[in-house]
């Protein structure tokens, strides 16, 4: 099955400093998504992005599906910022199910 | 706005009990989901369903049944629960059959089974 790894594992910062997460898959995918987990475990979707770059507020991701990678970035964190967050894959035809990646947990410091 | 519901937030269960968790989708999606999440494991899928009264298996379905009965409710059975089903239970959706679009998901049922 396609392998899903996210770096870095744990990451910790001062509020206002910028952060970039990574998000490596080892196939081709048809959708891409990273959500963000909450303390109480919801994942709330951030951005759907199966291919090039979005923006939204503070934070914006850019998926490279030809090199097999995608990076989330984080502008002037916040400590609401703080949780885990998450890259899933699509991948391949008739299976619509979500690879998921074991997630990034980001602490910011006030 | 997208919204899935899960019908609750936290459930404790005993050994042998048979554990129902229902997750309702508000948005006419033809896909639905049902994950577990497991600290050191991740998010592992264990059913889905992409019509009503079809499913198919996850990748760790042993232990588990479902059922569609309607478009919008997919519900997962756990026939004689064991404290090793003590997870986080999520659920999701999504709109198309094929290359199914973006997945929204519930807020989760945190089981606990002693």
């Known amino acids: 099955g396609i392998q899903v790894e996210q770096s870095p594992p744990d990451l910790i910062l001062q509020e206002g400093a910028n952060s970039t997460l990574r998000c490596n898959f080892s196939d081709s995918v048809n959708n891409l998504q990273w959500f963000h987990q909450n303390p109480w475990g919801q994942l709330i979707n951030l951005f759907y992005i199966p291919s090039g770059t979005k923006q939204n507020g503070r934070l914006s991701a850019t998926t490279v599906a030809t090199e097999r990678y995608s990076l989330l970035y984080i502008s002037s964190s916040q400590t609401t910022d703080s949780g885990v967050y998450f890259c899933a894959v699509e991948h391949g035809f008739g299976n619509e199910k979500l690879t998921f990646g074991t997630g990034t947990r980001l602490t910011i410091i006030p | 706005d997208v919204k899935v519901t899960q019908s609750s937030r936290y459930l404790v269960k005993r050994t042998g009990e048979k554990v129902f968790l229902e997750c309702v989708q508000d948005?006419?999606?033809?896909?639905m989901f049902w994950y577990r999440q497991d600290p050191g494991l991740g998010l592992r899928l264990i059913y889905f369903?992409?019509?009503?009264?079809?499913?198919e298996k996850g990748d760790i379905p042993e232990g588990y049944s479902v059922s569609r009965e309607k478009k919008e409710r997919f519900s997962l059975i756990l026939e004689s629960a064991s404290t090793n089903q003590t997870s986080m239970y999520l659920c999701a959706s999504s709109l198309y059959r094929v290359n199914s679009g973006e997945q929204f998901f519930g807020p989760g049922t945190r089981l606990t089974v002693l």
């Open positions: 948005m006419d999606h033809e896909n």
């Open positions: 369903s992409y019509d009503v009264k079809m499913k």
